[in-house]
């Protein structure tokens, strides 16, 4: 089945730097790969998504990247804000199932 | 349109007891999708229901067990509750097979 890896687990960025987060996985197959920020005392926001006929995409200061063959994806945050302080959730849906697999998560602190 | 509405939003239990978590979908979605996620183990999928038939189930024992019903509204049980079922319990709605939109959770205490 899908597994996926996700790095760093924790991440500090002064405001207004770039973030970046990165997730691998194994299943070859696997087509669809979404990203989930969770604030505290809420379940995960789904942020940007992305599919494997689509090597990036950008929603204002977010993207994603995906490279196929190397099996990983990444997300970058520009410009980064306080509110963008939370844990970020890599995923991916494992091809012989309908499940998402999710990564262990990022907790990103935008420093003042 | 509403999202994703769970109850209760927390629950505190004894071991051996047993739980029924509840969960609205959003308006229209046939899928209903739970996952645990503790600190230790991340969020791990538990099964998934569409159109009152479970599609999908992850690695969890038969202690947890779910249904959904022909509105879509799903419940999930959970038998002889263990110290290590405290968890944060997630439901996540859609409408296709890929864009899921989570609730906020039920906060599970067993004591």
């Known amino acids: 089945g899908e597994n996926v890896e996700q790095h760093p687990s924790t991440l500090s960025v002064q405001e207004g730097d770039s973030a970046v987060i990165k997730c691998t996985y194994s299943?070859?197959?696997?087509?669809?790969f979404p990203w989930y920020k969770q604030e505290l005392g809420k379940g995960p926001q789904l942020i940007i998504d992305?599919?494997?006929?689509?090597g990036e995409k950008k929603d204002q200061r977010i993207a994603v990247t995906l490279n196929k063959t190397a099996k990983h994806f990444s997300l970058h945050i520009t410009e980064t804000q306080p509110e963008d302080s939370a844990v970020y959730f890599c995923?991916?849906?494992?091809?012989?199932?309908?499940?998402?697999?999710f990564g262990s998560g990022t907790r990103l602190s935008i420093r003042p | 349109k509403a999202g994703v509405t769970q109850t209760p939003r927390y629950l505190i239990k004894t071991r051996g007891q047993q739980v029924t978590l509840s969960c609205s979908p959003i308006?229209?979605?046939?899928?209903v999708s739970w996952y645990q996620q503790t600190p230790g183990q991340g969020l791990q999928f538990l099964f998934e229901?569409?159109?009152?038939?479970?599609?999908n189930k992850g690695n969890f024992p038969g202690r947890f067990s779910g249904r959904q019903f022909s509105n879509s509204r799903s419940e999930m049980n959970v038998s002889t509750l263990e110290l290590g079922d405290s968890a944060l319990y997630l439901c996540?709605?859609?409408?296709?097979?890929?864009?899921?939109?989570f609730g906020p959770g039920t906060r599970l205490t067993v004591l």
């Open positions: 995923a991916a849906r494992d091809s012989s199932a309908s499940k998402i697999i």
């Open positions: 299943d070859s197959a696997s087509n669809y």
């Open positions: 996540a709605s859609s409408l296709g097979v890929d864009e899921q939109f």
């Open positions: 229901y569409f159109s009152e038939t479970q599609r």
């Open positions: 992305i599919r494997s006929n689509v």
């Open positions: 308006s229209g979605h046939r899928s």
